[in-house]
């Protein structure tokens, strides 16, 4: 009878954190020791279960205790670890809006903390970004950082099963494996790799992001640089609280400055009350605020040293890539005969990968038109490039950084269209057989479609060195958190240098926060 009772109920968890004033019905209940918060609202509902799928289903028929039941939250006294009921949510401040720091905070959210997000780009994503370009209408796209996604732990196949579940992630399936660029030769990848599964955001890997940043209790500033922090515990700030500084990092007349003059000086704003500061962009920690715009990296002010000086352990290596269209049609053989290829033998090209065939494309599976590339640089050439102090520090917009960028897709397209013009569009074989037996495409020159546009695009901290790995797992199980300043710094930087490693660490970033606040953390989907 209770379990009929509580397939009939409309769910909703009641959120630790500043809780809302709403009617309904709570039900709170035991399932083999384990917790069910459930509750009805005019808003729609959620049920929470603390356990497994698997555990959940093999324990269903347990015991079912209802401890609870009430028809108002209304005289709520709050829930635990958090403020009086009326009281504001806690609130925490993440810098930058990459897959780390959204996914911390999209877990705070979900704990019912108020969460700003405060990133320097003009979208969110970081390196799990998507650029568009090309005539109105065209569809033209490229995932110019990360071009797919694998899951090594269960606990990240748990983020991305949520991701795929809400419409912004697929799998991405097609021809994978290695280009001898010297000989023209595509060698398709072995059975065992083949069954890999690679996801990727749907319509673009952007959408990941966006989906974070849209979830309830999560606020986002765009194009905001921060530069500093002021108040944190033992300051004259109510309560201990920080105040983030931070200033427009648009174009000059998109911000605020004093006076109309030629040395007008620009207007900081203050955004302040915040409990905790999560810091998910190693920018925080970089001396390139010292040498572009003549300020100390922002960290610096927040006197946090565990994550000061564990961020300041991970180095990067820059990275260049090209974003290319080549026009497509019945006639028209593809560019290469593969969606994906790391490429060996030639010094400038790492990775070709065909966008248009991934799914959700405005250009995928389109009968002619165009079909969109990107084509990732090697470390060797990437550092080459940035050796000169002008490259390393150019701004984006300048003419500096533009000149070094036409230069890098002019160098990246010859080498593309030499490998192109060596190996056959038709003639991949091996893909449904041994793959040592004759899995070898042959060259025979076949013909390269029309270029239809080409830019690079640079990546100044592309893939984090190791250098930060053991502090992050001494200090915060894959985050560096200061619990006394109430500062938590992630990034993949913390665990490894891709997407699960970015969605881990903020993950651990998340908890470490709300341990700082005394708030149970709630499991729900991202």
């Known amino acids: 009878a209770l379990l009929m009772l509580a397939s009939r109920i409309v769910t909703r968890v009641a959120r630790p954190c500043g809780p809302k004033q709403f009617r309904g019905v709570v039900v709170v209940a035991t399932v083999a020791g384990e917790w069910v918060a459930a509750s009805s609202s005019g808003r729609g509902a959620r049920a929470s279960l603390g356990l497994s799928p698997s555990a959940r289903s093999a324990r269903m028929m347990s015991s079912l205790s209802v401890v609870k039941a009430s028809m108002s939250l209304d005289d709520d006294d709050g829930a635990a670890g958090t403020s009086p009921a009326g009281a504001s949510p806690r609130r925490v401040a993440v810098i930058g809006a990459g897959i780390s720091g959204l996914t911390a905070a999209s877990k705070l959210a979900a704990a019912g903390c108020a969460v700003t997000v405060l990133e320097t780009g003009r979208g969110v994503g970081g390196r799990t970004s998507t650029r568009r370009g090309g005539p109105d209408g065209a569809g033209w796209q490229w995932d110019h950082g990360a071009q797919y996604i694998t899951a090594k732990t269960p606990a990240f196949q748990h983020i991305v099963d949520e991701w795929a579940a809400a419409g912004c992630a697929a799998e991405w399936r097609g021809r994978f494996g290695v280009l001898d660029a010297a000989a023209g030769v595509f060698t398709p990848e072995g059975s065992e790799a083949a069954s890999k599964q690679r996801w990727v955001g749907t ?123 080549v026009a497509a049609g019945p006639d028209t053989p593809p560019l290469f005969p593969f969606e994906g290829a790391l490429v060996t033998g030639d010094d400038k090209v790492a990775w070709i990968s065909n966008d248009s065939s991934k799914p959700g494309r405005p250009t995928h599976g389109a009968p002619g038109g ?152 709630v499991r729900a989907s991202m």
């Open 203 to 325: 319509p673009g890997m952007s959408s990941i992001a966006k989906h974070l940043a849209k979830l309830p209790g999560v606020t986002l500033l765009l194009s905001r640089r921060v530069t500093g922090f002021e108040g944190g515990p033992g300051s004259d700030a109510e309560g201990g609280n920080w105040t983030v500084v931070h200033r427009g990092s648009g174009p000059p007349a998109d911000r605020t400055w004093e006076g109309k003059s030629e040395g007008a000086k620009e207007v900081a704003d203050r955004t302040g009350g915040f409990d905790v500061v999560v810091a998910s962009d190693a920018q925080a920690v970089s001396d390139r605020s010292r040498r572009v715009y003549g300020e100390p990296p922002p960290l610096e002010s927040a006197a946090a040293p565990v994550a000061w000086e564990g961020m300041k352990l991970a180095a990067h290596v820059p990275n260049f890539v090209l974003m290319l269209t």
């Open 370 to 521: 165009a079909q969109c590339w990107v084509v990732q640089c090697t470390k060797e050439y990437a550092e080459q490039l940035m050796r000169t102090g002008t490259n390393k520090d150019s701004v984006p917009g300048v003419g500096a950084h533009k000149s070094l960028l036409d230069q890098v897709a002019e160098e990246m397209l010859a080498a593309v269209i030499s490998m192109a013009g060596k190996i056959s569009a038709g003639t991949v074989a091996g893909t449904t057989s041994e793959p040592d037996a004759g899995a070898v495409a042959e060259t025979s020159g076949g013909a390269v479609p029309e270029v239809l546009h080409a830019a690079a695009h640079r990546w100044g901290m592309a893939f984090p060195t190791d250098g930060a790995f053991a502090a992050a797992a001494a200090a915060g199980d894959g985050c560096l958190p200061d619990p006394d300043r109430r500062v938590v710094g992630c990034g993949d930087f913390c665990v490894s240098p891709k997407v699960e490693g970015a969605a881990l660490s903020g993950a651990a970033a998340a908890q470490q926060a709300l341990n700082m606040l005394k708030v149970p953390a």
